[in-house]
């Protein structure tokens, strides 16, 4: 065989390269730590297939969706939070199936490093009906994605690839192997009973769901990614995904059953496992979900205590729980704490908060770098939920509070969170009230991820002229009559005025606080450049 | 090298931390050594405390380092010495810019901090001078190679 290129990669990075070697046709999502890279690098790698941001995960898994009802190969990514998101299509495309091939792509954080919740995927596979893979390290990111893409194809359903933080930040060696190519030609046949969930239909689609999954669990692909690491066969253990690099880390002479495919569970690979090892202990970051299907299914299996289903693994806390300890290792002893994270000086939030701050504000907040709103000098956001959650958290505060706090109330929202969840949000004040004001702090970019284009910027995701949303066409066509548009740098007082004024006399409001991101500015020169030079550049020479 | 070696590299967002850690990791990898990197990016890190890990040896497991088993912390900020100080192993080697003659102000720029401290880790390492500086020529823009190569220098002699 020929050689093969070595590359070190981040397991984002193998994902993409997996993607372009298997020729997916089409990549969507939306930004979100520590699944962002994905799409970028897809983007670009040379190949034929084009990525997109979406506004949110939903509408990424519903593009997704219809091309891959088309007979294409799709990557869908998001974080896991997004999952939630597109959790209305991802249940009711487990039923339809898919005629091509696709993979949902969703990245957990546990230990919560970049992300408001700690919530674990692997129920996702479960509730939903969709099988799932779990790699360990880049190599496995590039091989396992070929094969949830296979797997999708063959079974006609979607697929899951779960990764971590740790898998999808970190970097190791990866042969770039040749991968499988696309099965079926792209072209739509009509097919309503598959593809068209009226409950007649629908009936029949959740029995074919779970014949797919029977068939899923018993056929060879699944016990081909179930590896078992030779040991003394004293010590048995049973884990997925990054926690096998410190389960192996943690004790070197343990049998291991390494499980690829991790939903849904080769059962009979685990059983004959369990069955030669002496003691056996399940070793999964986050939840309790492994082990507990484990001993459902009347394996003797020992599971991790609870402290440690809070936070990372890490080789120190596997080897406490292989050695029965309740609790996690004590920390290393250090007076000296981390830096906080902060909004950048000159950052064009810091105004707007000052003035919240100042005013006694009950802020509503949101996802993005201005959360950091809440930390001092500023101190002024009181809530922080999901994506777009400022706007309904805002309106049903000032529904309920006593007038005199009530008054105070105010939603604060980032442009392309607004894009995401905040319509709908707006709408509701619109037509339910009460009156109030809502803040969409426009700096141009999705700059916590990582500086990504959204429908509002008007460039694609590789930061091409596409078309856009502009915020306050937006907002006016929903029904807010009172739409502002200021400077929060060169009109600090409109922008303190008009928030006074609105404070004073309630009505349905926006104000758009527009500056550009101080670390996107330049950049954003260079593509309106870029734009501007390939304009001239199509001009006809007199 | 026989063994796993464990380098913590650790600083403030914006120094050339991860950049330093994405160097290290690819001069290893030109050695022909297996290598993993881990690093946190995103909300925590905007301008706050960041570190990376790199692991380098015949056959690396776990992408982190486990506190108390860093052979080397590499920092690159003073500030910073204390909070990642547990994360040395007894015996450890601590590298800050402390141990620049003349500090960083002796520097062709400022910004190259992280290669010059990669200099001083270099000499710890037996790992080929041609590819540290391959890696680096990898990561950073062709316009800033030269100044970027001198103080890789620096620090590499400064360590001796």
Not at chain 1, 223 to 231: I, K, P, Q, V
Not at chain 1, 449 to 456: V, Y
Not at chain 2, 19 to 37: H, M, N, P, Q, Y
Not at chain 2, 76 to 101: F, H, I, K, W
Request: hydrophobic share 40%; with cysteine.
């Amino acid at each position: 065989m020929a050689d093969v290129p070595t590359k070190l990669l981040s397991g984002n990075e193998a994902v993409a390269a997996a993607a372009r070697a298997c020729g997916v046709h089409l990549g969507t999502g939306y930004p979100g730590t520590p699944s962002t890279e994905i799409l970028e690098n897809f983007a670009l790698l040379e190949g034929p297939g084009t990525a997109q941001w979406c506004p949110n995960e939903k509408v990424a898994l519903e593009v997704g969706l219809g091309a891959a009802f088309a007979g294409a190969r799709v990557v869908v990514t998001m974080k896991h939070v997004g999952v939630n998101v597109a959790a209305d299509p991802l249940f009711t495309a487990a039923h339809t199936g898919v005629v091509g091939g696709l993979v949902l792509v969703a990245a957990d954080d546990p230990g919560m490093h970049s992300s408001q919740n700690e919530q674990d995927t692997r129920h996702f596979a479960r509730a939903a009906g969709v099988p799932m893979f779990e790699p360990a390290d880049s190599q496995e990111a590039y091989d396992y994605f070929d094969a949830a893409m296979r797997l999708s194809e063959q079974f006609q359903i979607p697929v899951l690839l779960r990764v971590t933080t740790r898998v999808c930040h970190s970097k190791s060696l990866v042969e770039l192997n040749p991968l499988s190519a696309p099965a079926r030609e792209i072209g739509f046949q009509r097919d309503p009973r598959t593809l068209v969930m009226i409950p007649a239909y629908a009936k029949s689609a959740h029995v074919r769901l779970r014949e797919k999954l029977n068939r899923i669990a018993s056929c060879a692909a699944a016990c081909e990614l179930a590896t078992t690491a030779d040991g003394d066969g004293e010590l048995g253990i049973i884990t997925s995904g990054v926690a096998y690099q410190h389960a192996r880390e943690a004790d070197p002479d343990a049998s291991i059953l390494k499980l690829g495919l991790t939903w849904p569970l080769p059962m009979e690979t685990i059983r004959d496992f369990v069955d030669v090892v002496g003691r056996c202990v399940v070793i999964e970051e986050g939840d309790d979900i492994l082990a507990r299907d484990l001993r459902a299914a009347g394996l003797a299996v020992q599971n991790k205590p609870e402290p440690f289903e809070f936070g990372e693994l890490t080789v120190p806390r596997v080897q406490a729980i292989l050695a029965g300890e309740a609790t996690d290792p004590p920390a290393p002893e250090t007076t000296a704490k981390p830096k906080p994270p902060q909004l950048c000086p000159g950052c064009p939030h810091r105004t707007t908060f000052e003035l919240l701050r100042d005013r006694g504000c009950i802020v509503a907040g949101d996802i993005g770098c201005y959360t950091l709103g809440t930390l001092p000098p500023f101190n002024a956001m009181d809530t922080c939920v999901c994506m777009g959650a400022s706007i309904g958290v805002g309106l049903g505060l000032r529904r309920v509070l006593p007038a005199e706090q009530a008054s105070k109330v105010v939603s604060v929202i980032g442009d392309s969170t607004f894009m995401h969840s905040g319509l709908t949000g707006l709408a509701d004040m619109v037509y339910n009230g009460p009156a109030h004001l809502v803040l969409i702090l426009d700096n141009a970019t999705t700059a916590m991820t990582g500086l990504q284009e959204h429908p509002g910027t008007g460039r694609s995701l590789s930061h091409q002229p596409a078309g856009q949303v502009v915020l306050e066409d937006a907002c006016r066509g929903l029904g807010v009559h009172n739409v502002h548009i200021v400077d929060p740098m060169t009109q600090r007082d409109q922008l303190a005025e008009l928030i006074d004024r609105y404070l004073a006399e309630p009505a349905p409001a926006v104000i758009i606080a527009r500056r550009t991101c101080l670390l996107a500015a330049g950049k954003i020169r260079q593509y309106e450049k870029a734009s501007d030079d390939a304009c001239q550049d199509t001009v006809p020479q007199a | 090298m026989t063994s796993v070696i464990n380098i913590v590299f650790a600083g403030l967002g914006g120094q050339g931390v991860l950049t330093a850690s994405d160097i290290c990791a690819e001069a290893a990898f030109r050695a022909g050594l297996d290598v993993k990197k881990s690093e946190i990016h995103g909300m925590s890190q905007r301008g706050g405390s960041v570190s990376s890990d790199v692991r380098i040896g015949p056959s690396v497991a776990s992408p982190m380092v486990p506190a108390g088993q860093a052979d080397y912390l590499v920092v690159l900020d003073e500030t910073q010495v204390e909070l990642n100080r547990p994360m040395l192993r007894a015996g450890g080697v601590l590298l800050s810019p402390a141990e620049l003659p003349g500090g960083v102000e002796a520097l062709p720029n400022r910004k190259c901090l992280n290669v010059a401290m990669l200099g001083a880790l270099a000499s710890h390492l037996d790992i080929d001078p041609a590819h540290w500086l391959d890696a680096v020529a990898a990561h950073l823009p062709q316009n800033l190679l030269e100044m970027n190569r001198q103080a890789f220098t620096q620090g590499h002699a400064a360590a001796k």
